[in-house]
């Protein structure tokens, strides 16, 4: 079964220092892919970061990076120079490229809040 | 180039009516999603689209949700009769689809909220 895991309901940060949050996957298809999502109090959902299950290294966007450790199963989101808009609703998110090849499985999210 | 949009961004009924709500997805997305997040809860994927075919619709609760995209553009969710326990956020999402990638980026719009008294 594909299950992700985010253990973090809240986390504070003080603006400009990195935070690091921490998801968890499980899988048994050995191709699939980790995505991660930002929900701010405006509701949209915002694309911020892909990594694939075969790729080499770890994905970088700009102040985004993800920490990909398979062995481990975990992807977690580092967000660098906190910024005041930064807070937010993270979602971490899986496809796996299997049966159950489109549905996108979530975690339950984590709430960041930056203070100045 | 637009977003995915979702009307209405909030509704609130009563138990036992009806409500339909609206996606547009991004312009030549094939592939159009409805999911949806309980209070607290995980996002949980009701049903899959492909331009007018439903490709997978495992996760509709139940027959009282009716999900239609006439014409392979927009696509509406219809709740008949609402339950309390239909209450939460319904997410549509969009992707091009192009080929079997697990890297097809699903582009999530804001949600419309739904409370049901």
């Known amino acids: 079964a594909q299950k992700i895991t985010q253990t973090q309901p809240g986390m504070f940060v003080q603006e400009k220092e990195a935070v690091t949050l921490d998801c968890t996957y499980d899988t048994s298809d050995p191709s699939y892919g980790l995505f991660w999502y930002k929900q701010p109090s405006s509701g949209e959902m915002i694309f911020l970061i892909y990594q694939g299950s075969y790729d080499q290294q770890n994905a970088t966007e700009g102040r985004y990076s993800l920490n990909f450790q398979k062995a481990r199963k975990s992807a977690n989101l580092v967000i660098s120079a906190s910024q005041l808009g930064d807070s937010a609703m993270y979602f971490c998110a899986m496809r796996s490229a299997g049966y159950n090849f489109n549905k996108f499985y979530f975690g339950s999210g984590t709430k960041l809040n930056v203070k100045p | 180039e637009a977003g995915v949009t979702q009307f209405p961004s909030h509704s609130v009924i009563e138990k036992g009516q009806t409500v339909t709500l609206r996606c547009d997805p991004i312009?030549?997305?094939?592939?159009l999603y409805w999911y949806r997040r309980v209070m607290g809860k995980e996002i949980k994927f009701l049903l899959h689209?492909?331009?007018?075919?439903?490709?997978?619709e495992s996760g509709m609760p139940n027959n009282r949700f009716l999900a239609e995209r006439t014409g392979g553009t927009y696509s509406t969710l219809k709740v008949q009769p609402a339950e309390l326990e239909d209450s939460g956020v319904y997410f549509c999402a969009s992707s091009q689809g192009q080929g079997f990638s697990v890297a097809d980026t699903q582009y999530f719009g804001p949600g419309t909220r739904l409370t049901v008294l």
């Open positions: 689209f492909v331009k007018e075919s439903k490709q997978d």
């Open positions: 312009s030549g997305h094939d592939n």
